[in-house]
Nanobody, 120 residues
Framework: QVHVVESGGGLVQAGGSLRLSCTAS????????MGWYRQAPGKQREWVAT???????TYADSVKGRFTISRDNAQNTVALQMNSLGPQDTAVYYC??????????????WGQGTQVTVSS
């Protein structure tokens, strides 16, 4: 069984910073990509950032230059450092891990989400 758990959300004023963390645990062989998504009220879930096992990062245009994704392969964790936050960043943030159970068998696992609220 695989568990993906996020932490670090909260309430922050515009211009402030927050750091989200996510840990994957359980019975699996390895983890490929790890990423963050978010869903604002009344909107569809959208991709925020991804980091590969090798450390290559990609970002949505809306967060580029403000957010930084990083991972610790040994700990199966991924973090999202969010700076210069604005009200438009208010959403529930979800971590997604691409978990490899065996060669050729990999699945997406999602965390339960953590709320980020940015006040103006």
């Amino acid at each position: 069984q695989v568990h993906v758990v996020e932490s670090g959300g909260g309430l922050v004023q515009a211009g402030g910073s927050l750091r989200l963390s996510c840990t994957a645990s359980g019975g699996f062989a390895s983890i490929n990509n790890m990423g963050w998504y978010r869903q604002a009220p009344g909107k569809q879930r959208e991709w925020v950032a991804t980091v590969t096992t090798g450390g290559t990062t990609t970002y949505a245009d809306s967060v580029k230059g403000r957010f930084t994704i990083s991972r610790d392969n040994a700990q199966n964790t991924v973090a999202l450092q969010m700076n210069s936050l604005g009200p438009q960043d208010t959403a529930v943030y979800y971590c997604r891990s691409t978990v490899v159970m065996s060669p050729g068998r990999q699945y997406f696992y999602w965390g339960q989400g953590t709320q980020v609220t940015v006040s103006s």
